[in-house]
């Protein structure tokens, strides 16, 4: 029988856990760039069609939640 790992597993990078800080830089870069790739789609020659759809509408949501995720969480009083 395998041994289960903490819930803290994908965190885990060769064997030390990201702090909390480097969590939130992640998150926050992630959802920039994936904003800048969807708001940019078309000019880029990656959308659907010209105008922006719904799977560009969506990268630009989830973009901006993940980056005031991450904004958020460097703002948090570290613990």
């Known amino acids: 029988?395998?041994?289960?790992?903490?819930?803290t597993a994908p965190?885990?990078?060769g064997g030390k856990s990201m702090s909390k800080k480097?969590?939130?830089v992640v998150l926050?870069?992630?959802?920039?760039l994936l904003?800048?790739?969807?708001?940019?789609?078309?000019?880029?020659?990656i959308g659907?069609?010209?105008g922006i759809g719904m799977k560009q509408l969506a990268g630009i949501v989830v973009g901006v939640v993940?980056?005031?995720?991450?904004i958020l969480r460097?703002?948090?009083k570290q613990t």
């Not at 993940?66 to 991450?70: E, K, Q």
């Open 35 to 45: 904003f800048l790739l969807s708001a940019a789609a078309d000019p880029l020659g």
């Open 22 to 24: 480097t969590v939130a």
């Open 74 to 76: 460097l703002r948090a």
């Open 11 to 13: 965190l885990e990078h």
């Open 48 to 50: 659907g069609y010209p």
């Open 66 to 70: 993940l980056a005031a995720i991450g």
């Open 1 to 7: 029988m395998a041994t289960r790992t903490p819930h």
């Open 28 to 32: 926050l870069v992630a959802g920039v």
